[in-house]
Structure formats: C-alpha cells, structure tokens
C-alpha cells in the first residue's frame, strides 16, 4: 500500500509540473512587463510578444496583457489602432475594484479611441469618470483631457480644463502654474485684453515668482510669447521680451539663440522689420551648434530670413525658398529613417531577445526534464531498497521464527514429568501441525511452515491459528490455579482477546520470540501489546506482569 502511494504520488508531481511551469511563466512575463512598461516600454513591449493572448485562461491575466500593452505603445509614441482588447481591462476592473488600474485602462481606451479619430467618444469616456473621483483622480484625469485639448488645439475646452485644475490645486503654486496656461488659449481666442489682465494679475499674486528670479522671467518670457502671436500685442512683447534679455547675465549661446529666434518673429509681426533683421545677425554672430543638432530650427530661421529679405527688397527668392522647403523635406525624411533605424534596431533586439529566450526555455526544459528523471530515478532506487528491505526483514523474522520454533519442537520430545511448564509446552505444542513437518524433515526447511511462519502477523483468523485456544485455555486453567478463569473475571471487556493469549503464555513461561511464532506476530507486535496490557493494568515500566497478577487479590470483577 505505502508503495503503491509513492509511485501514485510521484506520477502526479511529474504530470503537474509541466503546467505549473507553464502557468507560472505567463503570470512571470506579464508581471515583469507591467513592472518596467513605464520606464523601458521597448523592453515590455518585447516580452509580451512571447506570450499569446488566446492561451490565456485567467481574466485577470488577459486584462493585464491588454492595459500592458497598450502602455507600451503610448510610452513608444506608437498608435494604439489594434489595442481592441482594452475594452475587456476596463469591464474586467471596474467589476473587481481594481481603482487604478481602471483608471489606467480608460486612459488608454480614450487613446484608443483617439488612434481611430473617435476624439468626441475618447473625451466622453474620461469625462464620465472625473466627479465621481477622488481629488488626486480628478487631477489625474483632467490633466489627461488638458493634453487632448492643447493637441487638438481646442482652446475653449482647455480653458475649462485649466479652470478645473485651478479649483483642485493643493497650493498658491500649483494654482499659479495653471493660471499661467491660461494665457496662450487667451490670446488664441483673440482675448488679448484678457490674457494681458491675467498676465498683470498673475504678478501681482502673493504667490507670484519673485522679480528677476528665474520662475519670474520664465513666465515674462511665457508672457511674451503669448502677447507675439497677434500684431496688436507684438510690441508689448517686444518689451517685455527685451527686459528680460536685459536682465539675463552669463546666458550661454545656444540659449541666447532660443530667445533671439523668437525676437526675429515678434520684431517681424510689429513691423519693425530692421529690428528683426539686426536679431539674425545677432544669431548669425553666436559660437553656437544648436543648429547642427537641431535642423529644424535652422530652416525656421532661414525661412524668416526669406520673409525679411522679401520685405527689404520686395522680391522672393524661389531658390532659397525652395532650397528651405527641400531642407525641411530632408529633415523630415532623416526624422522617418531614424523612427524606422530605431524600429528596425527594437525589432532586431527584439529578434535576439526572443532568440535568446528560447534557448533559455530550451535549457530549463533540458534541466526540468532531467531533474524530472532524477527524481523518478531516487523514487524507484527508494521504492526497491525498500522492497528489499521488507523482504529481508520478513525473512530474518521468518528464520529467527523458524529456530524457535525448532527449540520448541526439540523441548518437547524431553521427559518432564514432574515440570507444569514442560507439561504445557508439550501439550500445546503436539497440536500444532507443523511440528509433525519438522520432525518428518527435520533438517530441511518445509515449504508449509514457511508459508506459515512468514505470514505471521498478516492474519487474525482463528481458523489459521497454530494453537487451538479452546482446548488450552482448560490446560492452562489446570495448571495456573484457573489464571485464564481470573482474568476474564477481574479485567472484563478490558484486556483484547490477543493480550489475553500473551498473558497466558507469559505465565507459562515462554519467551516473547515463542509467544510471536505460537500467535502468528512479529516480536515488536508482542512488545506493543505488552506495553498495552502495563497501560490497562497500570503497571511501571519494568515491573513484572505475572509477579503482579498472581499476588494480587481476586477482586470483585471490575479493572
């Protein structure tokens, strides 16, 4: 039985391991992508792709593949087109709870959206879920709709937005920050007055950056820029964009480029055409390679030198504006190789990656399936010394059985008249079969009282017993001053009809080694059984049992 456990309990480990490996693989990878999505999405993105949303079972894990995923491509500035599974990440942790990862997924479903120019559904969507959010949510989510907003160039909505945030800002400086975006969608709505008021009130806040510090030219220079998008307010942002040049010490060039450029374009919209011109020769004198490193703005600058020559000379030249527009192709085309130079290098990362992962997998499989083989290996090497162990240990008893046995049959061809011990043994043993085996073949084995002796202890029916208890007990009564007869009376329905036996045969005088060959036990069964009877009787460990029960009193039938 115990073997047949172990090989049941070993073919059950070696069919489960495989699909715990499996299913625990798939949880690992989506783990791992989802931990480092936000900071190396190429990474994530690569990981996922060796797992096939189909052969997930689990809804939680086919939640976290689709908001993954999805992450990966908004963090990589892909499209989120074929992200059709995020609808299934949004039901899956609204029903479960889950807050932030719902808010993520609709997030992204609203991207989604976006990607397939469903922009009115995408604001719907987040736009349903702000007041029923906590504050740090709402800001959460009216930020997102701010981004929507500025991209679509939707001024009106990102003024409502901003207000938003204005009303949900934890201090004077966060409110600030956002009153400060206020003033480009101003000015865009052709509110110049407003964004000029705001711009005035802004300053005088509490709050406010103080003059001359850095936040306080940041924002002059934001007020600047917003007052040069209309002729009207060019040249109030001509003046505000000059004090700060002025006030501007130990700027490096490429700095000083960053506010020259935008000097050209106001100086130009105010009609001060030779302010405008002096500027790009400011910028053409500046040590500075921002235009190598940034190209697009070198063919900005050429294009407004274009317009200032136009406007000096009254004639356009075709040439150089078409040689601007062909730079601006150019630039546009090295920006695209580089997008698919960068593709091509994630897909070709991506290519080893998976290569090196399969001969990772290829090698704990070779190692599972060896450890596998192993263990099945110590299993069967465990269950055969075990076998054998067995098969020893039932031999030595059944020889050890044999040469009591042997003794016994020896005792009782010697004239005792006088011995009662002798006597019993004699009597109880002329019954017993296989004596008769013995003295027959005395110097061989007999094959019947092998099978016998081996079997002892696999049996307690009385019609395989050796001794034949109802004639024995009457002998034993004889002889022993009716000890059989006492026991029954004063231990009733106490002591087993096997402790009994053993009792009986202790008080005539056998050894434990006989008792177990003439009961059919083992020796250690004999033992148990004794140290059960001291336990019923409430004897000491090494007091004696027969010493205790023929000196005691009769007593009145009770233990």
Known sequence: MIVNSIIRYALILFCLLPLWSCGGKESRLLETSARIVDERPDSAYMLLK???FNNLKDKKLKADYALTRAKAHMYMGRSL??????????????????TASHIESVIA????????ERKDEAWALIDSLVNDMPCDIQRQLNQVLLGFSFSDKDNAKALMIIDRQIKLAHDGSERLNFEIKKITPLVTLNRSKDAVALCDSLFALPDAPEEGSNDWLYMRINYAAALGEHR????????????????????????????YIPMVNLQLNSGNINEATKYTYLVDSLDSDIFDRDPVAASYLEFLKIVLDYEHNGALSLSRLSNTAHSLRKVSNDLEVKRQERD?????????SRSNYELTIRHQHLWLFIIL???VGVIIVTIIFFVAHRRRQKLIEAEERIEALEQLAMAATKPSPDDKQALLKKTLLLQIDIIRAFAEAPTAHNQEALKKISNAGNSDSETDALVNWSELYPVIDELYDNFHANLLNDYPGVLSEREIQILCLLRAGFSTKEIGVLIQQTSNSVYVSKTSIRKKLGLLPKEDFIAFLTTRKPSSGKA
């Open 81 to 98: 087109v074929t992200d059709t599974l995020l609808s299934q990440a949004v039901d899956f942790y609204k029903a479960v709870g889950d």
């Open 232 to 259: 009207e307010t060019s040249p109030q942002a001509v003046a505000i964009l000059k004090d700060v040049l002025g006030r501007m010490k130990n700027v490096p060039s490429d700095k000083l480029v960053e506010f």
């Open 344 to 352: 091509d290098a994630l897909e070709n990362a991506y290519d080893l």
């Open 50 to 52: 060796n797992l096939d």
């Open 373 to 375: 083989i192993m263990l």
């Open 109 to 116: 479903q609203a991207n989604h959206l976006r990607s397939l």
